[in-house]
């Protein structure tokens, strides 16, 4: 069993900058990939960005180019950094975590709102 938990939502400006981290914890699991999706109220959940084990990345199209999703093997902790940010990414912002042996798990999310 895995637990993920996310941190670092909260309000931010248009404009502005925000940083989220997903930390992964439990007992003996080796993480094959990871993600960061949102989902804004109406709408379905989206691909924000995805981190293999080796490092390589992918991001939606939506936040491309402004968007660096990282992490931290030792910590077994993701992070989303994220740049020039519009009232539409306002969203419940969610961890996502494959292992090994193909389990997956969500974290429990954190809002993100960005507004004035």
């Known amino acids: 069993q895995v637990q993920l938990v996310e941190s670092g939502g909260g309000l931010v400006q248009p404009g502005g900058s925000l940083g989220l981290s997903c930390a992964a914890s439990?007992?003996?699991?080796?993480?094959?990939?990871m993600g960061w999706f949102r989902q804004a109220p109406g709408k379905q959940r989206e691909l924000v960005g995805t981190?293999?084990?080796?490092?390589?990345?992918f991001y939606g199209d939506s936040v491309k180019g402004r968007s660096t999703v990282s992490k931290d093997n030792a910590k077994n902790t993701m992070y989303l950094q994220m740049n020039s940010l519009k009232p539409e990414d306002t969203a419940v912002y969610y961890c996502?975590?494959?292992?090994?042996?193909?389990?997956?798990?969500w974290g429990q999310g954190t809002q993100v709102t960005v507004s004035s």
């Open positions: 439990g007992s003996r699991f080796t993480i094959v990939f």
């Open positions: 996502y975590a494959k292992i090994l042996n193909g389990g997956q798990y």
């Open positions: 981190i293999t084990s080796s490092g390589t990345t």
